[in-house]
């Protein structure tokens, strides 16, 4: 079952600002993802970007894409398992 929240923002905010409501909901996505509070995948839904795009926009702002080896070494596993390796 999804849920959605939603939250007001006022228009003089916005203003202020000089954001369009899908330039805050890009940037709120990327202070989360940077803070580690959201994954990748979280991250770019929030966004409403495609995973090609968002990796784009992290590369802009010289943001890496948190992926250690502890991670790679996981999907490998997970991989070999799954006879895809």
Known sequence: MSTTVSFEI??????????????????????LFEEEKLSF???????EMSVWDFQKL????????????????NDRETLTRLGRI
């Open 41 to 47: 995948g979280k991250a770019r839904a929030l966004a």
């Open 58 to 73: 992290l590369g802009s702002r010289g943001l890496p894409v948190h992926y250690d080896v502890e991670a790679y070494e």
């Open 10 to 31: 006022p228009r003089e905010v916005l203003r202020a600002s000089r954001m369009t409501e899908d330039d805050l909901r890009r940037e709120l996505a990327l202070h």
